[in-house]
């Protein structure tokens, strides 16, 4: 068994590459990750500290180099482990990034068929952040970076990874800063402004520090920052991705667009003149604060404050497309459950960490989207660091709204995992004459027509049950004693559920219906087991005045056919006129025995 001592070296061929950047090698069971190697090479490790779960390395000599090995151009590099990949060349970088994000969403998200766009390369591979974060060192106030495994200070004169004018300011602040532990610099590359915090009392700092906030530029359009606000750190690289946004969602002027976690209100801004109208919402203060300076000359942008989850929960907006751009550990399930409810016919989701996008699309893909693209962009150049655009369309058919108040039938489209919205119709339930198969489609048509009638996509839903005896049509009793009649002549004895259920597109009006019978007997309960259900108030929303489903009361003694179509809604049929109209409902799983089909029609 192979002990790892610090200082211990290791001769290893290096297999694959880990999360953080480092390659990666199994030493008896035990994943070591290694500092400045390139998958396949043969080298010789020293290992670092070992860990529980793991073992950190670095690389002392190359004895067999990959071809896509190259010379660091920063002489802190290994020192400082900021950078990860200055010993790789670029086009590989860019390679490296493309194969994280398609391994995150095939493991993280057994997502397998989608193809992952080669990564688009950063604008400047050196040079391009405008935010920096030094700590102090203990001798005369120098600057410089930890080093992530051994926790070593290491000073430093310039960051190559920094714009020009930092690494100059990095330079006159030198021995200047002894008063605080950490230095932030940002500086606008576009604008001139920069902020430096904290105030820094030293007279032989040569210029302000202590700002607040300071100016970025954007495509021309000025955005105010403050101190502890995000902004991207790659500027024209965000420019790009901008652009890929309008082109992703297919913006064309007249949608109502919303940009989620908001931040300074970045992407509402700059997308803001290609959308109709944009709700950015966030939840820090102090953002929302900058995004209302910097959204002052878009008179069609408005913003909410809350969580994500919360507002888009109760969002009565009719959305065209969202953008979701997330922190780090990705989207509350509230907040993608809420995406799925507004379904706006696209979604796309900016994310800086594959494995909470993985997990994410995952989620939103079982829902009722399907992926469109997946772009990875390289916002972090010499950097494990991947940023990637994830577009999503709405499945055909989608989205999908249920016309009615019916808790069982919510239950039983819920349990399936079919995504819908709920929207109550309204009007009477009276039953017309004529045979029940007939009135039931009518009355479900009706429903769906009248609530489709309000939208302008997706489908709708809408069923009615009744209770036949015999030649009568029971239908929901008018009250108590009616229920109570009613339980009365089904005791002991057979009858049949029938329910209708029409399927209507809210563009083109279209529809379809169909009808499913199923048989139920039922027990001899007693007066008073009936007389307790009917007190209980739940025996007034259903035709017949029973719920089969009902744990106590349990009035059946046993039901032939779809058992769903006793309880509101027949699954089976639904999905089958759902399927007919259009919509892909193909990972919906049918119970045992809810199968069959027995008619339907469409107009």
Known sequence: MTTFER?????????????????MVEVDGK????????????????????????????VVKVDSASSFRIEPECKYFGLCTGCQWQHIGYQHQLELKRLAVEDALRRVGGILEVQVLPTLPSPNQLGYRNHARFTVGRREGVL?????????FIEIDECLLMAPWINEALGKLKGHCSETS??????????????????????GVPFPTGQKNYLEMVRGVDFKVSSPAFFQVNIPQLERMVDLLRDALSLSGDETLV???????????????????????????????DAYENIALRDNVSIMKGKTENVLTDLQEMVDCIVLDPPRSGCQLEALSAVA???????????CDPQTLARDLKI??????????????DMFPQTHHVECLATLRLKTGHPITLASSSPRRIDILNDAGIPFNVIWPEGDEDLPGGRPEDHVQILALNKATQVAATLNRGLVIAGDTVVVDGSTVL????????????????????????TGVAVVDATTMESTTGVKTSWVRMRNYTDKEARTFVESGEALDKAGAYAVQDELFHPAEYVEGCYFNVVGLPLCLTVDLLRQMGADVSEVTLPQGCTVVESRGQS
Do not use: C
């Not at 410089?144 to 070593?152: A, D, I, K, Q």
């Not at 940002?186 to 030293?202: E, H, M």
């Not at 008018?478 to 049949?496: F, I, N, P, T, W």
């Open 7 to 23: 200082g211990r070296r290791l001769q290893v061929v290096l297999e694959g590459m880990g999360r953080l950047g480092e390659a």
């Open 31 to 58: 994943p070591v990750f290694v500092f400045g190697g390139i998958p396949g090479e043969e080298v010789e490790l020293e290992v670092i500290r070992e860990h529980r779960h793991y073992v950190a390395a670095k």
């Open 144 to 152: 410089g970076f930890v080093n992530r495994e051994t926790r070593r």
């Open 182 to 203: 950490q230095v932030a610099i940002r500086y606008g590359s576009q604008s001139g402004d920069w902020l430096i915090q904290p105030t820094l009392s030293d007279p």
């Open 259 to 289: 940009d989620a976690y908001a931040g300074v209100g970045t992407f509402a801004s700059l997308l803001a003149p290609f959308a109709g109208k944009v709700i950015a919402i966030e939840e820090s203060a102090a953002a929302i604060s």
């Open 341 to 351: 409810k507004l379904a706006p016919r696209k979604v796309a989701y900016v994310s």
């Open 364 to 377: 939103l893909t079982q829902g009722p989207y399907q992926i469109e693209s997946v772009q990875p962009l």
């Open 475 to 498: 239908g929901k009793p008018a009250d108590q004693e009616a229920a109570l009649s009613m339980l009365a002549g089904l005791r002991g004895k057979l009858h049949h559920v029938i």
